[in-house]
C-alpha cells in the first residue's frame, strides 16, 4: 500500500527528542520525507545537556519508513532559520508540513513563585524559547508551504486553549508560553486560510519522554512502576501518541475543519482511530476533568 504521505515533505523544528522525535518518526512512517532540528548533535550538546541527538531522530525516522534529514539549528538565530528554509527550497522545491515544537525551557522555569519571586532573566529566556523560536520559524518557513494549497502549521504546546484558559500553569512565565503557542496556532490559521493552509495547536496529554521517564526513575519497559510515585501516571502516553495525532491530521484531506482549533492527542485518536504503542487510546484530558480535578481514584481503565 501507498504510504499516505509519500512524497510530502515535512519540517519538525525540534525534533531532538520527546514529543518532537516521535512526531517526526511518525510522520516517516507514512512515507514523509522529515527535516528535523534542534541544537544538540553527536558533537555538541546543548544547554538542555542531554544525550538524544537529531542524527538519531534521522535515522529513526529512516527505519520507520521515511526520509530523516538533520540539521543543527538555533531557531533564536533568524540567520539559521532562513538558511534552513532556503535549503529546504533547494533541495525539495516545497514544503508541507510544519511542527513548531521547538521549547527547551524547563531547566529555566521556577514553580509556585509569584511573579515578584521570580527570576527575570530565566523567564524571559524560557518566553523567547518558547514563543520568539516558533514565530521566528514560522516567518521563514510559511512563505515556502503557501506556495501549495493543503500545507499545515502544527504548534505543539501543552494544554488546549480551552484548558489553558481556565487554569494557570503555576508560573506565569510558563501560563504566557503555553497560552501563546495556541494563539500563534489560531493567528497563523487567519493567514493561512486565504492561500488553502491549515493551522491546528495539538498538545499531548501525561506525557512519557526520555525525561519524564528518568524522573520517575523507570524505562519505557517497566514505565507502569512509576504509579508508586504518582498513582495518576497510569494515564501516561507515549510520545509516539501524539506523532501519530499529527500524522493523521497531515494525511486527512478534510484536515481544514481543525483551522484555527486547539486539540489534544486523546481527542484526535477517538476521531481517527490511531492508538499508543500499546494498542490503547489514552485519553487524558477526559480523566483529567473526570478524575484528577474531582479527587477520585485513580483507574485509567475507562479512559484509555
Known sequence: MTKPLTGKIALVAGATRGAGRQIAVQLGAAGATVYVTGR???ERRSEMDRPETIEETAELVTAAGGTGIPVQVDHLVPEQVRDLAA?????????DVLVNDIWGGDPLITWEKPIWEQPLDAGFRTLRLAIDTHIITSHFALALLIRNPDGLVIEIGDGTTAYNDANYRLSIFYDLAKVSVNRLAFAQSKELEPHGCTAVAVTPGFLRSEAMLEHFGVTEENWRDGVAKDPHFAMSETPAFVGRAVAALAADPGRARWNGRSVDSG?????YGFTDLDGTRPHWSRYYEEVLEKGGPADDTPYR
Open 40 to 42: 544538540t548533535t553527536r
Open 87 to 95: 535549503r529546504i527550497d533547494a533541495e525539495q522545491g516545497r514544503l
Open 267 to 271: 481527542g484526535l485518536a477517538q476521531v
